[in-house]
């Protein structure tokens, strides 16, 4: 009888909508979600790939990642490890698309950061991260004003934890309604 492998190791490659980054708050990021035609799937970033996603990918960009897989039989669980990413971002629609209202003043680190992990997004927070995403659209401020998936806050229990920078203010239990009064405090 030939004996079946636990571990069944091979290739994979996928295209899908970057979600947001895995890992320790303040780290660089060990994983990152990406929506895919399967569904959401955590994957794995190589150690030299952990700066340089941070420095392209934002919510909402298509990437084309490879790697390698392992799959369990024992527990049904699929692994995935990215050794290589590329972001399909639409770069010149970006650039082309005019501003809407004024634009804030250039602050080179204004951001906002949302928690994407279990607990802050159970409680809602993929939807703060579409309704900023879609107020940066809609205001034409996506230059000036960066989105970015962050890893746990130690506020599980009261996410969506939100912190906006250069500031560092965080805020917890964020409604997704409150996201353009919180964008004009500070940003405009
Ligand atoms: S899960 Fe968001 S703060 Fe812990």
């Known amino acids: 009888m030939v004996k079946q492998k636990k571990t069944i190791k091979s290739k ?31 994957i794995k970033l190589l150690k030299k790939l ?8 934002e919510p909402g960009d298509w990437v084309q990642i490879s790697g390698k897989q392992k799959y369990k039989r024992k527990t049904g669980k699929l692994k995935l490890k990215a050794h290589q990413f590329q972001s399909m971002a639409p ?22 950061m949302v928690c994407q992990k279990s607990s802050c997004r159970k409680r809602g927070g993929r939807k703060v991260s579409q309704s900023v995403t879609e107020y940066l659209r809609d205001r034409g401020w ?16 009261k996410g969506p934890c939100v912190v906006f920078m250069p500031d560092k203010s965080r805020y917890v239990n964020v409604d997704p309604k409150q996201v353009p009064t919180l964008m004009e405090k500070h940003f405009s």
Do not use: H, W, Y
């Not at 952990?50 to 990918?57: A, F, T």
């Not at 996506?142 to 746990?152: F, H, I, P, Y």
């Open 12 to 42: 994979f490659s996928l295209e899908g909508r970057f979600v947001g980054f895995i890992g320790d708050f303040g780290k660089q990021p060990k994983r990152i979600r990406v929506a895919t035609s399967d569904g959401e799937r955590n």
């Open 50 to 57: 952990r700066g340089s996603v941070v420095e392209v990918l």
């Open 91 to 112: 770069v010149q629609q970006k650039k082309v698309s005019p501003p809407q209202t004024a634009a804030p003043k250039p602050k080179t680190k204004a951001c906002v």
């Open 142 to 157: 996506e230059n000036q004003v960066k989105l970015r998936g962050t890893g746990c806050m130690k506020q599980c229990k």
